[in-house]
């Protein structure tokens, strides 16, 4: 009886285990996101304080990182997000020649090793004498390459999905090919944008690889984080690792929380 | 195979040609082709104003192309499409006084069933869209779910939704893609009779296109059979019913028995037909052959079936020497195969009356019938095509 | 006659340049320069400026000094996506077929730690992973590891960081595979085969392996190229092609090797995914 019950349950519970194993960094960084070290060369739990919460900049130079990052992280998001969905139009939308060239140009930088991504740019950078250069810009100008591939996707994959009767319906009743964009189209792939702008937005922020080889002198979180993993890493790390799990869960948490409301609704 | 068939000058009483005081839709000498692939061939059609139209046909007979050149949403190849005199031809969907009905409803996700019905009259910038919407959500019946979305209704709602969000407009001509295909069989009976109580109340012309050929004969008054792009046969559903001019229409409208025959006689009101060595009789005006050979045609339920030598109730045509081989009971009628001795099955339906017995598998039996309901198509035709219940697969 | 009809015309072309131009100037050119720049004479520097040479003698070069690096990354990346599709699978399976009304919290849950970067999440594996950690602790206890084993600093910790990191890779494709098969599919297979697992191999498996197939080239190719988890976890005696590039790169400024190397990696990884798809006959997948 036990032991069928188990049977039945087994891939579940494993699943559920490997699921918590995805959990047990997170613990951990959330946790010494209290900690209070006793010494900056040691990496353990000592004692629990609010003080890397109450001062998360006692290392200016990690709050300058994390501004840069965000900016960059902004900035790369618009970019891509409307260079993205400006395409997936083109490709869900419009007939033109090269269709698989297109679709192959665009699916490569997702598939592509990103230290050759990262280090072809800065082959490029330097063979255009833009070496003296490297900083904000050239990290920017890598980021929205590679998060364009992503937002194409996303926001293409939306698109297709959608049927298109709903904007023959729209133009039918009396809505101009304008009003039937903005009335219907956008409203129902404005998910799938917000969806990719996300994405977006994640991927830049988190991105060392690519950025550590074109970012010259400038520093982004994960760089700062680089360079302190050799050095000694201040528990601010952890508030900001920690408000980045928090602030991501939200998001999710409230999308699905508004999805539930509307299907009870329903009832 | 088929040959195109010109507007029957009957129905509605309108002459056809380029008269532009016709206030109806007309399609004239319309063609629409997807690369090598002729949807519509020269269709020419007068949609009088105010009817209930059908379109019937099978599945990529080209009966939802020309749906879609009337609504804008395709350009004809060539010809032209007036309605009310005015040529609509190359009009943007959104300038034409038409709205349509989608197979799929199309109802907007992202708007209330309120704001999809509101969303034309926006369009044009309509004055008092509140009291207009909520008086045609009366209509069908569905004034209080205005502020729910489409995902929440079922399907039969979301199907007036689609309804009334075109009529609210008052278009010219409202036009309606297989708008019950989408229901349960229960649900399509009721909203048939719904549809056209709506459509004698608000008096608008409807052009339906369907491929349910029940559905077609007991909404419309005119309906046209369309395949392979033209239009086999226009007129009342009774007079294609009992009429039919093509082995297509005889097989897609209802079921019908084709019999090789040759003609041996043509009287001024009559065409005598050997069929098998039998003479059967044929009204003049029922006989559509060019040459010499033909197939006569023959409903099942006016087939009369007999023992043999039972003087039956009609005069003219008797084929002896049929064999039972097949009997369905079905309770309202009883349909049974009959092997011919020239080796064909016809069908006949039997009345359930009780007043005739019950034939059993292998008993011999005389077949007969009225030569008033007989009919003769081409032999060039193929006598199976439009069959739904062929034996082609 | 619902399929899309695709408008012909210039606006399709107009919506599709900035993108296609930011692609093509930053993503295409750059790897032709990569190709040029592993061409040039290795004698030339930042300062005095390099001239191309087509020296091929750059590739061999790498080669032979660094082939070892190069064997590390493909076995590292092979056993951590091998773990990966094990986890990955288990999981997979758990929410498409066993988690019911939980299904979207699961699919969000397996997402939502990969929202923390990268690198704290590395860093916390350092701690979890340390000399006088709990793991550490026990596996001494239990004798697997002697008394002054650890695992910082050698493959198992490199294996296991890869494998944690880019689990979520393998997840989703095969989520999205597992959860297209019709179930009733699988309960027939339960009336036909003696044995579960029998019915598993026979009609699952198969069935997946899309899935498995697009998982694990998701997994291997940034696992490969990878070098975050070895300087973090590891120690220079595992040091993968991506740390010797990045430091050929940024330490040495020696761009022609660094590029040579790139080079090898990338046609390294392009012909194992030809070679691997073709063997799973999922061609069309790309």
């Known amino acids: 009886m036990t032991g069928r019950w188990l049977r039945e349950r087994l891939v579940l519970v494993l699943g559920i285990l490997v699921l918590l194993y995805t959990f047990v960094p997170i613990a951990v960084v959330v946790l010494m996101s209290f900690n209070a070290p006793a010494s900056r060369n040691v990496y353990r739990f000592d004692a629990f304080t609010l003080d890397n919460w109450l001062n998360p900049c006692t290392d200016p130079s990690m709050c300058d990182a994390v501004r840069r990052s965000v900016e960059i992280g902004l900035l790369a998001t618009v970019v891509a997000t409307i260079l993205g969905t400006l395409a997936a139009f083109a490709l869900v939308r419009h007939d033109f020649v090269g269709r698989s060239a297109t679709n192959l140009l665009i699916f490569l930088p997702m598939a592509a090793p990103e230290i050759v991504m990262g280090s072809s740019l800065l082959a490029l950078f330097v063979a255009a004498g833009f070496s003296g250069q490297l900083g904000f810009w050239t990290i920017l100008i890598a980021h929205i390459m590679f998060c364009l591939s992503f937002v194409v996707v996303t926001v293409r994959a939306r698109l297709a999905g959608m049927d298109d009767t709903l904007e023959q319906a729209a133009m039918d009743l009396y809505a101009t090919p304008a009003q039937t964009f903005w009335r219907v189209t956008f409203p129902l792939v404005f998910p799938g944008i917000l969806g990719a702008a996300l994405l977006s937005f994640s991927l830049s922020f988190d991105d060392f690889i690519i950025t550590n080889l074109n970012a010259g002198t400038t520093t982004t979180f994960p760089m700062y984080v680089w360079g302190v993993a050799q050095r000694g890493v201040p528990m601010q790390v952890n508030v900001i690792g920690t408000l980045m799990f928090a602030i991501s869960i939200a998001i999710v948490l409230g999308s699905e929380l508004n999805n539930r409301r509307r299907s009870k609704a329903l009832a | ?393 | 006659m619902s399929e899309t009809v695709r408008k012909r015309g210039r606006l399709g072309y107009l919506l599709l340049f900035p993108a296609l131009a930011w692609l093509g100037l930053f993503f295409v050119v750059p790897l032709y320069s990569l190709v040029a720049t592993s061409l040039f004479d290795p004698a030339g520097s930042d300062f005095r400026g390099y001239t191309m040479s087509w020296a091929w003698g750059n590739y061999s070069d790498a080669l032979h000094e660094y082939w070892q690096p190069l064997l590390r990354s493909i076995v590292y990346g092979g056993i951590a996506t091998a773990l990966c599709l094990v986890l990955g699978y288990v999981l997979a399976y758990a929410i498409a077929f066993k988690a019911g009304r939980w299904k979207n919290v699961m699919l969000v849950l397996v997402i939502a730690p990969f929202f923390t970067s990268f690198l704290i999440r590395t860093l916390s594996w350092k701690l979890i992973l340390a000399d006088d950690g709990v793991i550490v602790n026990s596996l001494q206890f239990l004798h697997v590891l002697g008394s002054d084993g650890r695992l910082l600093a050698t493959p198992v910790a490199v294996i296991a960081g890869l494998t944690y990191n880019f689990l979520p890779f393998m997840v989703l494709p095969l989520y999205a595979s597992l959860d297209k098969i019709d179930h009733r599919l699988i309960e027939a297979s339960g009336d036909l085969y003696a044995h579960p697992a029998i019915g598993f191999f026979k009609v699952t498996w198969p069935l997946s392996l899309p899935g498995v197939v697009s998982g694990t080239l998701l997994t291997f190719i940034p696992a490969a190229g990878d070098f975050i988890n070895v300087q973090l976890l590891g120690s220079p005696n595992q040091r993968m092609v991506g740390s010797v590039i990045q430091s050929l790169f940024t330490d040495a400024n020696n761009y022609p090797a660094a590029a040579s190397l790139s080079m090898i990696l990338m046609v390294l990884i392009v012909a194992m995914v030809v070679v691997y798809v073709r063997r799973a006959g999922t061609e069309d997948l790309l």
Not at chain 2, 78 to 86: D, K, P, R
Not at chain 2, 163 to 176: F, H, M, Y
Not at chain 2, 209 to 235: F, P
Not at chain 2, 296 to 317: C, H, Q, T, W
């Open chain 2, 1 to 393: 195979m088929s040959q195109v068939a010109e507007a029957p000058k009957s129905e509605g009483g309108t002459d056809p040609g380029g008269d532009p005081s016709y206030d109806g839709l007309r399609l004239r000498q319309v063609t629409k082709s997807f690369g090598a692939f002729t949807a519509v061939d020269s269709l020419d059609l007068d949609i009088p104003r105010g009817s209930f139209f059908a379109l019937l046909g099978p599945s990529g007979c080209g009966k939802t192309t020309t749906l879609r050149m009337v609504a804008g949403l395709e350009t004809p190849t060539s010809g032209t499409i007036t309605l009310a005199g005015e040529d609509i031809t190359y009009a943007k969907p959104y300038r034409r006084p038409v709205n349509t009905v989608f197979q799929s409803y199309a109802l907007f996700p992202h708007l209330d069933i309120f704001e999809n019905v509101a969303f034309g009259l926006r369009r044009r910038k309509s004055k008092d869209v509140t009291s207009q919407v909520n008086e045609m959500l009366d209509l069908v019946e569905l004034g209080n779910q205005a502020r729910k979305k489409p995902a929440q209704l079922s399907g039969g709602q979301q199907q007036r939704v689609a309804l009334a969000r075109a009529l609210i407009n008052k278009p010219e001509v409202l036009l309606l893609d297989e708008p019950l295909g989408a229901l349960d069989l229960k649900l399509r009976r009721s909203m048939q009779i719904e549809l056209k109580r709506i459509q004698t109340e608000v008096g608008l012309t409807f052009v339906h296109v369907t491929h349910d050929q029940e559905e077609a004969m007991t909404m419309a008054d005119t309906v046209a059979v369309m395949n392979r792009g033209v239009i086999e046969q226009m007129g009342a559903p009774s007079v294609l019913y009992e009429n039919p001019r093509s082995t297509f229409v005889a097989n897609f409208l209802g079921q019908s028995n084709l019999i090789e025959g040759n003609v041996t006689g043509r009287a001024a009101d009559v065409v005598t037909v050997d069929m098998h060595g039998i003479a059967v009789s044929v009204p003049t005006e029922r006989t559509h052959v060019d040459g010499e050979r033909g197939w006569v045609g023959i409903r099942p339920e006016k087939v009369l079936i007999g023992e043999l030598g039972e003087s039956l109730d009609a005069p003219g045509n008797t084929i002896p020497g049929g064999v039972i081989t097949d009997v369905s009971f079905y309770g309202v009628s009883t349909q049974y195969l009959v092997r011919m001795p020239w080796g064909q099955e016809l069908t006949v339906f039997q009345q359930n009356t009780g007043r005739s017995k019950l034939f059993g598998q292998g008993e011999q039996v005389e077949l007969s019938w009225r030569p008033e309901y007989a009919f003769l198509l081409d032999h060039s035709q193929d006598a199976s095509a439009g069959a739904q219940r062929g034996a082609d697969e």
